[in-house]
């Protein structure tokens, strides 16, 4: 008997596919108003703290991929604590107001309620506080939420893919129990890290059927469920577009058993289409990242476990930051630096995918970042 071949897929290595950023010569300091070329201002920060997960999911990091022989980051690679709050308080001048922590899976970065504490006392330029939330898989939330809660961390968002035991352990690949994401998410709503949002990403023939009892089991419970489409990020999942479930038919399955009104967005750039039960039961939201494209608004940067900035989640280049924060540069240089960047950005992705090659993971003849590595 031989032994099954292993999965081999080409990834490029985005640890080190990056550009130092170039400091212009003449600088000006953040005005809170930086916006891109087409217009779109920057909001949003996702800060991705590990690039370590316990879960294995196949369409994130599947097994075949990151095995036991994948080299991961050392821990003098990542940014430290000190060097992320200098980052976050340079993109805060420039105008962002929502920090979010990811992985990975954050909570297995060792002391995170040091940072949370640290990023929890930064400020906008008009005295509000930032909203500060983190993604989680909830493995360790059970433990964690009230530490995370007393570090100033706001809200939490958790991957849950199913209720079904079964189901969820097959797509998590390291037979981890649905119960023990449950009694997380509890903890977390006890502990005031409210509302909690529960991110679905829904694969047709795969745990489509989990949709409706996602949705029994979510009402009435004060946790916001979202349903989202699978998407085509990075080259290791083997993402093809009829395992994708339209938004559009999810919601035709939810209204069919619990009628559903329409409810204004949150604010601009909200990535969710949300939706109320009429009876009055709760909210849920659908984010269509494959069917309706949302770049025209997209207000989010995305920075890697060790300090890499990409502008965009299906991104093939970033620019390394890490070099400016360890080189013999100031606040004032690096924020110009920023500047500059957003200032020339363009990307549009999920606009022109229909346009692009079959191959999902090339985009200019190069590979996409992975959402393992920079967090969704």
């Not at 081999?8 to 080190?16: E, Q, W």
């Not at 679905?200 to 009435?220: Q, S, W």
Request: hydrophobic share 40%.
């Amino acid at each position: 008997m031989t032994d099954k071949p292993r999965k081999v897929i080409p990834l490029a290595d985005m640890r080190y596919a990056s550009r130092i950023p170039p400091v212009p010569a003449r600088l000006s300091a953040p005005t809170g108003l930086l916006s891109d070329t087409r217009g779109r201002p920057l909001r949003d920060l996702r800060i991705s703290v590990t690039d370590r997960c316990n879960f294995r999911c196949n369409y994130c990091m599947p097994r075949d991929v990151f095995d036991k022989d994948y080299a991961f980051l050392p821990h003098s690679s990542l940014l430290s604590f000190e060097e992320i709050t200098r980052l976050a308080r340079i993109f805060v001048a420039h105008g962002v107001e929502k920090i979010r922590l990811t992985g990975g899976e954050p909570l297995l970065r060792k002391n995170l309620e040091v940072l949370i504490e640290m990023l929890a006392k930064l400020q906008t330029p008009e005295g509000r506080p930032l909203d500060i939330t983190l993604t989680t898989n909830a493995s360790l939330l059970a433990k964690k939420a009230q530490s995370l809660k007393d570090a100033g961390l706001q809200r939490v968002t958790v991957s849950l893919d199913g209720l079904d035991d079964a189901i969820f352990r097959r797509m998590n690949d390291v037979d981890f129990p649905v119960a023990e994401v449950l009694k997380g998410i509890e903890v977390a709503q006890n502990v005031g890290l409210a509302p909690v949002k529960i991110n679905m990403v829904v694969k047709r023939g795969t745990n489509d059927t989990e949709i409706l009892p996602m949705a029994r089991h979510f009402r009435h419970s004060g946790a916001v469920l979202r349903f989202i489409e699978y998407m085509d990020v990075g080259a290791s999942n083997g993402w093809r577009m009829d395992e994708v479930l339209p938004s559009a038919q999810v919601v035709e399955r939810l209204n069919a058993e619990f009628p559903l009104t329409v409810v204004d967005p949150n604010y601009a750039g909200e990535t969710a289409e949300r939706w109320r039960y009429a009876d009055g039961a709760g909210e849920i939201g659908v984010i269509s990242s494959v069917t309706q494209a949302f770049c025209s608004d997209c207000n989010r940067a995305r920075l890697s476990t060790e300090g890499k900035l990409f502008l965009c989640l299906f991104a093939n280049q970033g620019h390394d930051f890490r070099a400016l924060l360890r080189g013999d540069y100031a606040d004032d240089q690096i924020a110009a630096a920023v500047g500059l960047i957003w200032q020339a950005r363009g990307d549009r992705y999920s606009e022109l995918r229909a346009a692009l090659p079959a191959d999902a993971g090339i985009v200019d003849g190069a590979r996409r970042v992975e959402m393992s590595y920079i967090g969704g």
